[in-house]
């Protein structure tokens, strides 16, 4: 399995990217997705995540509002649609295959190799 996240970059605040995580050797529409970020000295922490059952998505609160994350299952593809940018939303980015978005046995299988982006103010 392989993950490649793509897109990332550096941007100005109020800006927008979109990341990308392009899948091989797995079927991502039956899998549920993470996106994780961690920046500089801090822990890493889970962004969103597209559910395996209805394709609905979870956000940190943080970006709620500012951050979509969807999938393209033609394309195999999700992505993570980030506008609104703050300074506090530089970090790297990673997109992982996981079992279950949320519960206790929830888990992060595969791992993207991550893409930067930072926003500069």
């Known amino acids: 399995v392989q993950l490649q996240a793509s897109g990332g970059g550096l941007v100005q605040v109020g800006g927008s990217l979109r990341l990308s995580c392009k899948a091989s050797?797995?079927?991502?529409?039956?899998?549920?997705m993470g996106w994780f970020r961690q920046a500089p000295g801090k822990e890493r922490e889970r962004v969103s995540c597209?559910?395996?059952?209805?394709?609905?998505?979870d956000y940190l609160d943080s970006v709620k509002g500012r951050i979509t994350g969807s999938r393209d299952n033609a394309k195999n593809t999700v992505y993570l649609q980030m506008d609104s940018l703050k300074p506090e939303d530089t970090a790297v980015y990673y997109c992982?295959?996981?079992?279950?978005?949320?519960?206790?046995?929830?888990?992060?299988?595969?791992w993207g190799q991550g893409t930067l982006v930072t926003v500069s103010s």
């Open positions: 050797g797995i079927i991502l529409d039956y899998v549920a």
């Open positions: 992982a295959t996981m079992n279950l978005c949320n519960g206790a046995e929830s888990r992060a299988d595969y």
């Open positions: 597209i559910s395996v059952f209805d394709d609905s998505t």
